[in-house]
């Protein structure tokens, strides 16, 4: 499937998926040894696009089970359509009094519909759920289970089983043994902590947010309309915020989403009152808001002085800001921004 | 390799991670699978097959520095040292080039070098490394316990290597290549820098010896470090300890959580609901397409909090509160009251703020009453049972946070009494030990006939067993 841990950058790569190293030998090593891999960090850094990628890049079907508490092994297994098979008892009614006919004693006729049994516990019948169908496909395939933090730890104990060996009982039909072992992506925002059983039997992968050159990496290979030059103040902004004490972090997802929101606006380069403005599309809680509000001279000051220095160390690579002058910051950032 | 793997799996081990046998075993089959030229890969792989809680992740970057390469960087180091300092007009490759040379013009057998004198000229560290390595594994090196004994290591490692024998050997070499025609300056600076070598080595066991007991040290600390914060005393906490704490309540309260929701699950599904069943599949003619299952009440207490926010139990109260809180919804209604002599709500301060800034609010008076005075248990429970005795009721658990230190005032058990007669059940957390009660101004011995349960409370510890068992 792939072939180094290079390999995997790569074709993750041509999907517009930029990672690093610790990903990829995961991503390898998951495939080499058909392993689970659980993957954890804060929402929004790619979790379970990871897996989508990986699907994409190795041409298998994505199978998703996506979990919620109450999630139980009926929705996600398989069930037995307990409406169908009554209508077909009901159509099949006199066909039944055929099958009866003839019968003398009681136990005769119920002998007589046990030999029936299996016509309505059967594939017909069963509706198959994700686990199902991720075991019974008949080319390999890609198993998602998200949020799996969200199910309850009863199910967990459920998903070791179908975990470590692949198989699943249905008690009427036999046991059904995967012909090709799914790859299986467990996604968690570590909203509980998950039993130290399904870890032991998972890869474990944590990613975090990005650090601002995979960021910037990242930002230019899914927004492509960017320019560089607000790309790197949008970063840099970002990793800046990331640092204050909010209740909800803004991730990657947010950055992608503030830089088409930019684009949109026909935005040139950031300013104090454009960051105030958009903020809302990167913090989703009216008190981040407020908070960062008195922040944002911060965020631009720091950045303009920051990128100065670089500027000197570099040798001038990059044409000045015209509209940003070192020093002071604040106020004659904003001056900037209004012409 | 593998024995470095599990000396190293049992590293993490020490230092608080659960690491077991089928996970090392996967690490094995991991690094089997890759390159493990590349230093990256290799920690991925090892993170990945062994690490499997988020929190761990630093500690393993700390311990994996530690334990895989530093040394190694530390050897290269100090023979790099040892080349520069040769000074004059050879430089180190030469006499090495030299020296082979030299050495196979010797008439063969005339020399008889050992493993490490060797390693040593052909300067390579891999090897180095491993012969070190060995040589303190047989010196017993890891047993070291402390700063005393690393000399005592250093020159029983030293001893292992051979070093004295290969240091006479080194110098028989020079001496040899001297009379087959090595110029004077040139043996001389050859001597010179068998003796950087050996120093080099030297150091560089001392400093391996020492990387060995700081490996047992950082683990201890670690583990000490964390298991002293659940059970430190409330009464002493510092600022940062505050804010660990309340991760650790969190935590606490999540795992509570997981708990409850599976001895619920138990109880959800009830027996079959054959009168509201037939009447719903009345449409498909009688044929029950649709089931319905009768739903068992869930059993959710009411609870009552009362903390004594005075200084002395605003600790206990606040993670109390924090922990009641997280739990918000194993209850019914959770109403909140404070007090010091006087007692007032503040149930509403817990609606519109976050936890935290509600908290710090509450034990702050809750603008409802005035923290600067001094306790007076029996009127806070005569204004909770003049005002409120009607929230209570037979599904209630009052929970009483205090020291029951009541400055000599009456204590009015009677109140009490009236709120533990109506109420479901009635606990109190004190944070002092229950030899003290009764003793000096407390009062807790008049209150004890109307409480179910009293418990000392002094740590996270005691706290999370007392809210687990509130709740079962």
């Known amino acids: ?339 | 390799m593998q024995q470095k793997i599990i000396a190293f799996a049992n590293l993490l081990r020490k230092s608080g991670m659960r690491v077991s046998v089928a996970e090392s075993l996967d690490a094995f089959v991991a690094l089997d699978e890759l390159s493990i030229g590349d230093r990256e890969i290799f920690k991925d792989a090892l993170r990945c097959t062994m690490v499997k809680r988020s929190d761990d992740i630093p500690t393993f970057n700390e311990l994996f520095d530690r334990y895989w390469s530093a040394f190694y960087d530390q050897l290269r180091e100090a023979f790099e040292q040892a080349g520069e300092n040769a000074g004059d007009a050879l430089d180190i490759e030469a006499l090495l080039r030299a020296v082979e040379q030299g050495m196979e013009q010797l008439p063969p057998g005339s020399l008889d070098l050992s493993e490490l004198a060797k390693v040593l000229l052909s300067q390579d560290l891999n090897a180095l490394e491993q012969l070190i390595r060995q040589a303190a594994r047989e010196a017993g090196t890891e047993k070291i316990e402390n700063m005393l004994q690393i000399g005592f290591f250093t020159r029983r490692t030293m001893e292992q290597l051979g070093s004295e024998g290969t240091g006479e050997q080194l110098r028989s070499l020079a001496g040899q290549l001297r009379e087959s025609g090595l110029s004077d300056a040139e043996a001389d600076a050859l001597l010179a820098m068998f003796e950087r070598f050996m120093e080099a080595l030297r150091r560089s066991v001392r400093n391996y010896t020492e990387r060995e007991l700081e490996q047992h040290n950082f683990d201890y600390m670690e583990k000490f470090r964390r298991e002293s914060l659940l059970e430190k005393s409330f009464y002493n906490l510092s600022e940062e300890e505050i804010r660990k704490m309340r991760e650790v309540v969190a935590r606490l309260a999540q795992r509570i959580k997981n708990v409850l929701s599976i001895r619920k699950r138990r109880l959800k599904r009830g027996k079959l609901d054959l009168r509201t069943m037939l009447r719903r599949n009345a449409g498909h003619g009688g044929v029950p397409f649709e089931l319905l299952f009768r739903e068992r009440r869930k059993d959710r207490p009411k609870l009552v909090i009362l903390c004594d926010v005075s200084s002395s139990v605003a600790n206990v109260s606040r993670f109390m509160m924090q922990f009641m809180y997280s739990l918000q919804e194993c209850f019914t209604k959770i109403r909140c009251f404070v007090f010091v002599s006087e007692l007032g709500e503040v149930t509403p301060v817990f609606k519109d703020k976050d936890i935290n800034d509600a908290i710090t609010k509450a034990l702050d008076g809750g603008d409802v009453i005035n923290v600067y005075t001094r306790s007076n248990f029996g009127q806070a429970f005569h204004i909770f049972w003049r005002d409120h005795l009607a929230a209570i009721d037979n599904k209630t658990t009052v929970l009483v946070l205090g020291d029951a230190r009541n400055n000599y005032n009456d204590p009015r058990a009677w109140c009490l009494r009236d709120i533990h007669n109506k109420a479901r059940d009635v606990l109190w957390l004190n944070p002092e030990s229950p030899s003290a009660w009764g003793f000096g101004d407390s009062v807790m011995d008049k209150y004890l006939p109307h409480v179910d349960v009293a418990e000392e409370c002094r740590n996270l510890k005691q706290l999370s067993k007392i809210v687990d068992r509130l709740l079962l």
């Open chain 1, 1 to 339: 499937m792939f072939q180094s841990v290079d390999d995997v950058i790569q074709k993750l790569g041509q999907q517009d998926y930029i990672c690093g190293k610790d990903i990829a030998t995961v991503v390898y090593l998951a495939a080499k040894l058909e392993k689970p891999v659980l993957v954890e960090g804060p929402a929004g850094v790619g979790k379970t696009e990871l897996a989508k990628v990986v699907a994409r890049a190795t041409g298998r079907p994505l199978i998703r089970l996506q979990c919620y508490e109450g999630l139980d092994e009926a929705k996600a297994l398989y069930e037995w359509e307990y409406s169908k098979q009554l209508l077909y008892t009901q159509i099949l009614k006199e066909k039944f009094a055929e099958t009866m006919a003839g019968a003398t004693t009681l136990r005769d006729a119920a002998e007589r519909v046990g030999r029936e049994d299996s016509v309505f516990f059967s594939d017909r019948f069963i509706v198959p759920r994700p686990l199902l169908r991720a075991i019974s496909a008949d080319e390999p395939s890609l198993l998602l289970i998200d949020e799996v933090d969200k199910s309850d730890p009863e199910f967990e104990a459920f998903l070791l089983e179908v975990l470590s060996d692949f198989q699943v009982t249905v008690p009427e039909v036999g046991t059904l043994e995967a012909k090709h072992r799914p790859l299986a992506f467990l996604t968690s925002n570590d909203a509980r902590e998950m039993s130290d059983a399904l870890k032991r039997r998972c890869l474990h992968l944590y990613i975090d947010f990005p650090d601002e050159e995979l960021e910037l990496r990242i930002l230019e290979t899914r927004v492509p309309g960017i320019e560089q030059r607000l790309a790197e103040e949008l970063v840099s902004v970002m990793q800046r915020l990331r640092k204050l004490d909010l209740k909800k972090t803004p991730s990657i997802s947010e950055t992608l989403d503030w830089a088409r929101a930019l684009l949109a606006l026909n935005a040139r380069e950031l300013g104090e009152e454009l960051i105030n403005d958009t903020l809302n599309v990167i913090l989703k809680y009216e008190g981040d808001i407020k908070k960062t509000q008195g922040e944002i001279g911060r965020l631009i000051a720091r950045r303009s002085t920051g990128g100065e220095s670089e500027g000197g160390d570099t040798g001038a690579s990059e044409s000045p800001a015209p509209s940003s002058p070192p020093a002071p910051p604040a106020s004659s950032v904003k001056r900037g921004v209004l012409h």
